[in-house]
Nanobody, 121 residues
């Protein structure tokens, strides 16, 4: 019943921007902590950003702090990740997931199919 659908990835040049979207079905985002993770080839999964459903407090990995912004629209049951000043090292498959915390090895109950972000000139 629960489905998270990621979208918005693509190919962008260094310094460019993308906005990822995560549309949720079968779950009300206000009752969960939700956020974005990424995984690059040969690397472990990394928590990118999380947002608390209760108060909207956001958290960011040090590697993206100041460049990425997470937000949510409860009316649309959608979470966004605005990515600015993208760098080649941001290249990865990004997916949203529930729950969310910037903790390595966090067990995820639900996750999207992933959307690929490639930053290259």
């Amino acid at each position: 019943q629960v489905q998270l659908v990621d979208s918005g990835g693509g190919l962008v040049q260094p310094g460019g921007s993308l906005r990822l979207s995560c549309a949720a079905s079968g779950v009300t985002l206000d009752t969960y902590a939700i956020g974005w993770f990424r995984q690059a080839p040969g690397k472990q999964r990394e928590g990118v950003s999380c947002i608390n459903s209760s108060d909207g407090t956001s958290y960011y990995a040090d590697s993206v702090k100041g460049r990425f912004t997470i937000s949510r629209d409860a009316s649309k049951n959608t979470v966004y990740l605005q990515m600015d000043n993208l760098k080649p090292e941001d290249t990865a498959v990004y997916y949203c997931a529930i729950p969310c915390a910037l903790i390595p090895g966090l067990s995820l109950d639900y996750w999207g199919q992933g959307t690929r972000v490639t930053v290259s000139s």
